[in-house]
């Protein structure tokens, strides 16, 4: 009886696992993208601050 109930544990701990590592890829890939963006507005800001012209009052 034993037997059937380890290997379920086994089972259903293996398939949590396998979650958890994808889960943690898809954090990881979301976390670079989003990084990816941060980083280009920054750079395209950056550009059009320099490129407008300033106003002397």
Known sequence: MNDW???FAVVVSAL???A???ITICQW???YRIE???LKQR???TFRK???PEVNE
């Open 16 to 18: 949590f696992f396998i």
């Open 29 to 31: 890939v979301i976390y």
């Open 36 to 38: 990816k963006t941060t």
């Open 43 to 45: 750079k395209v800001a």
């Open 50 to 52: 320099h490129d407008e």
């Open 20 to 22: 958890m590592v994808v």
């Open 5 to 7: 109930v380890w290997c």
